[in-house]
C-alpha cells in the first residue's frame, strides 16, 4: 500500500509570507500532482511533475518533485488571502499492472492568508 | 465543453435506504474513478472503470458498495442500507485512455455528491 505523508495540516499565515507544503513517501510514483479544493467543489488540477527534480512554476507556485520520485513540494511566495484553501498532492503509481489508474492522495494542507 | 458531472450534488438518505449518485465523465475519456472524502481528510481510492468493465476496485467496501459504467449513460456508484458512516463527499473523476496522457495531465474531478445519512 502506497502512502503520501503531507504536512503540515494546518497553516496560518500573514498576507506577504512564504510557506512550503510537503508530501513524502517511501514509494516510488510515475507522477505527483497538486491539487486544489475549494469547499463544496472537487480538486482542481494545479500541477503534474514527472520527472525526478524536476521544477515548475505557476506565477507565485513553485512545484518539485524529488530526484527519486518519492516526494515532493509546493512552495508560495507572498501569499495571498486568495491562496487560501485545501492543498492535496496525489502520487499515481509507477505505471503497468491495473493501478496505474489509483491516485494516492495526501491528508490535505489547509492553508488560511490573513490580510 | 462541459467537465465530469456529478448528480445530485447533495443527497440526504435515511439509515437503511440506497443511495445512487451519477457521473458522467468528459467528452472523450473512457476511464472513471471514483472516491471518497471525509471532513477535513484527503481522498480515498474507491473503484476504477471502463466502459463496462471494472478495473480495479480496491478500496471499495465488501459489503453495500458496488458500481457500474455501462455502454450507454453514467457511471453509478450504489450505496444499499445506508449507515451514518457512509456520511461523506463522493467524487468522481475521469481521465482519457492514453496512460501517458493520464501521467502529464491529471485527473478532471467533479464537484462531488456530498452524502449525509440520518
Known amino acids: 500500500t502506497q502512502l503520501l505523508e503531507q504536512s503540515p495540516q494546518f497553516l496560518s499565515i500573514q498576507e506577504g509570507e512564504n510557506l512550503t507544503v510537503y508530501c513524502n513517501s517511501s514509494s516510488v510514483f510515475s507522477s505527483l500532482q497538486w491539487y486544489r479544493q475549494e469547499p463544496g467543489e472537487g480538486p482542481v488540477l494545479l500541477v503534474t511533475v514527472v520527472t525526478g527534480g524536476e521544477v515548475k512554476k505557476l506565477k507565485r507556485l513553485t512545484f518539485q518533485f524529488g530526484d527519486a520520485r518519492k516526494d515532493s513540494s509546493l512552495h508560495i511566495t507572498a501569499a495571498q488571502p486568495g491562496d487560501t484553501g485545501l492543498y492535496l498532492c496525489?502520487?499515481?503509481?509507477?505505471?503497468?499492472?491495473?493501478?496505474?489508474?489509483?491516485?494516492?492522495f495526501g491528508q490535505g494542507t489547509i492553508l488560511t492568508v490573513h490580510p | 465543453n462541459a467537465g465530469v458531472m456529478q448528480n445530485p450534488r447533495h443527497l440526504v438518505r435515511r439509515r437503511g435506504q440506497e443511495a445512487r449518485l451519477r457521473c458522467s465523465p468528459m467528452k472523450g475519456h473512457s476511464h472513471v474513478y471514483w472516491y471518497r472524502q471525509l471532513p477535513e481528510e484527503g481522498l480515498k481510492f474507491m473503484v476504477y472503470l471502463q466502459k463496462e468493465n471494472i478495473i480495479d476496485e480496491s478500496g471499495m467496501p465488501k459489503e453495500r458498495f458496488s458500481a457500474e459504467f455501462p455502454k450507454e449513460g453514467p457511471s453509478i456508484l450504489r450505496i444499499q442500507q445506508v449507515v451514518r458512516g457512509d456520511s461523506a463527499a463522493y467524487f468522481c473523476?475521469?481521465?482519457?485512455?492514453?496512460?501517458?496522457?493520464?501521467?502529464?495531465?491529471?485527473?478532471?474531478f467533479g464537484s462531488g455528491t456530498r452524502l449525509t445519512v440520518v
Open positions: 496525489a502520487g499515481a503509481p509507477d505505471a503497468g499492472g491495473t493501478s496505474y489508474g489509483k491516485l494516492t
Open positions: 473523476a475521469s481521465s482519457p485512455a492514453n496512460r501517458g496522457l493520464i501521467a502529464n495531465y491529471g485527473y478532471t
